[in-house]
Nanobody
Framework: QLQLVESGGGLVQPGGSLRLSCAASGFTLDYYAIGWFRQAPGKEREGVSCITGSGDSTDYADSVKGRFTISRDNAKNTVYLQIYSLKPEDTAIYYC????????????????????WGQGTQVTVSS
């Protein structure tokens, strides 16, 4: 059974950092794009970053460029989202998701493309 499990969320002060993890089981990440999304109360789900199966290509939403870094360790079947300089507006539930991707394709940030989703991890930025 294909499963994604996020971890690493928590309560952080503004300016702090977090590293979120997305651990996959039941499938091999090598052939899947992984995206990170977030959803704040009353707002639509927003794609923040994605990475291709090989890890050669990434993309970021303009709102997080320079502060978020996505990476993957296929040996551990895990994708990470490092977040720096956290702001109160980063408060949201963060989800990782996956869809199968061909070798030379770029990943996308549209949630409609993703087939598999984790349960989410809460990130709260507050002093």
């Amino acid at each position: 059974q294909l499963q994604l499990v996020e971890s690493g969320g928590g309560l952080v002060q503004p300016g702090g950092s977090l590293r979120l993890s997305c651990a996959a089981s039941g499938f091999t990440l090598d052939y899947y794009a992984i995206g990170w999304f977030r959803q704040a109360p009353g707002k639509e789900r927003e794609g923040v970053s994605c990475i291709t199966g090989s890890g050669d290509s990434t993309d970021y939403a303009d709102s997080v460029k320079g502060r978020f870094t996505i990476s993957r360790d296929n040996a551990k079947n895990t994708v990470y989202l490092q977040i720096y300089s956290l702001k109160p507006e980063d408060t949201a539930i963060y989800y990782c998701a996956a869809y199968p991707i061909s070798l030379f394709s770029l990943c996308v940030l549209s949630p409609n493309e993703y087939d598999y989703w984790g349960q989410g991890t809460q990130v709260t930025v507050s002093s």
